[in-house]
């Protein structure tokens, strides 16, 4: 069965600093693998998604994402952080076997420093 | 605004209550689902509807009933729910499989179970 880990629960960085969310997921074949983000008291919104080709991936705010299938990875960065890109962030894959389904990691939540 | 709407976005229900969550999309999508998201736990995927057809329930307790009269529109009913309940209830929405695979949110509606 598919599984998504997001090994770091919580991060803080400094504003204008770099940011790297990491993901790393156990699928079969070539995942679905998504990127999304959850402002306090609000839904997830998507940020990026990957499904084939170039593995670097952009997205939404300035976020982008690189699969690595060496790696089972799908790390977010970020070059430069600002303080309203404090959220949780959500990795998650896509269920082949089942064209509605996704699964989430855990999450991490991003704390900015000023 | 994802185009997903939820009401009520903030409720506190007693244990004999009956209460509805009401979920709709203006995207045109087919499938709809619900969620439940707990403080330090996983997003937990509780019920699916493809086509207005349930495709999906995870062992979720009969106290929450779901309904989708048609494509746009996802209920999800409560009746004696217990005090672990409370947690914050997400719909949301995508087109189906294929590279239209992406979930969209609504803004969610938090449940206080007293």
């Known amino acids: 069965a598919q599984s998504v880990t997001q090994p770091d629960i919580h991060i803080t960085v400094s504003e204008g600093a770099s940011l790297e969310l990491r993901c790393n997921y156990s699928?079969?074949?070539?995942?679905?693998l998504f990127w999304y983000v959850q402002s306090p008291g609000q839904g997830l919104q998507l940020l990026l998604k990957y499904f084939s080709g170039d593995t670097l991936v952009q997205g939404i705010k300035g976020f982008e994402a690189e699969f690595k299938r060496s790696q089972s990875s799908f790390n977010l960065r970020k070059p430069s952080v600002h303080w309203s890109d404090a959220a949780e962030y959500f990795c998650a894959v896509g269920d082949s076997s089942s064209a509605s389904k996704i699964i989430f990691g855990s999450g991490t939540r991003l704390s900015i420093r000023p | 605004e994802t185009g997903v709407t939820q009401t009520p976005r903030h409720l506190v229900m007693g244990m004999t209550n009956k209460k509805s969550l009401k979920c709709e999309q203006h995207?045109?999508?087919?499938?709809m689902y619900w969620y439940k998201q707990s403080a330090k736990k996983p997003l937990e995927l509780m019920f699916v509807y493809n086509f207005k057809e349930q495709t999906e329930n995870n062992s979720v307790p009969s106290r929450f009933s779901p309904e989708c009269p048609n494509s746009s529109h996802l209920f999800l009913h409560l009746h004696t729910l217990q005090p672990e309940d409370s947690a914050l209830y997400l719909c949301?929405?995508?087109?189906?499989?294929?590279?239209?695979?992406?979930?969209?949110f609504g803004p969610g509606t938090r449940l206080t179970v007293t």
């Open positions: 949301a929405s995508s087109q189906g499989g294929g590279e239209n695979y992406e979930q969209y």
């Open positions: 699928y079969g074949a070539t995942p679905y």
């Open positions: 995207l045109g999508h087919n499938a």
